[in-house]
Nanobody, 122 residues
Framework: QVQIVESGGGLVQPGGSLRLSCAAS????????MEWYRQAPGKQRELVAT???????NYADSVKGRFTISRDYAKNTVYLQMNSLKPEDTAIYYC????????????????WGQGTQVTVSS
């Protein structure tokens, strides 16, 4: 019913930049909050950044000042611009979307992407 497609991950050297994208498609009525999470091996999942339907943003302290979350409302897409990357940013990054569905479903739930690997190494 709803598909989440993530892209932009890869290998980058310390200090470099990457831009992740997450596009939602399907029987979508509205998309509310969109978020980026990350999880490194042996660590708990961490909320990285959030953007609401009105454009309000929040960031984890570990990425504040380096990462920027934004969205294209017409394309149902959220982006994560990552600058000044550090080795500790290495993780699988996941997109999470709060979505309401069109008629006749009229349900609301969260959808997760499959994740995209970000590796920061020289």
């Amino acid at each position: 019913q709803v598909q989440i497609v993530e892209s932009g991950g890869g290998l980058v050297q310390p200090g470099g930049s990457l831009r992740l994208s997450c596009a939602a498609s399907g029987s979508i009525n509205s998309i509310y909050t969109m978020e980026w999470y990350r999880q490194a091996p042996g660590k708990q999942r961490e909320l990285v950044a959030t953007i609401t339907s009105t454009g309000t943003t929040n960031y984890a302290d570990s990425v504040k000042g380096r990462f920027t979350i934004s969205r294209d409302y017409a394309k149902n897409t959220v982006y994560l611009q990552m600058n000044s990357l550090k080795p500790e940013d290495t993780a699988i990054y996941y997109c999470r979307t709060d979505v309401s569905l069109t008629y006749p479903l009229y349900t609301r739930r969260n959808y997760w992407g499959q994740g995209t690997q970000v590796t920061v190494s020289s």
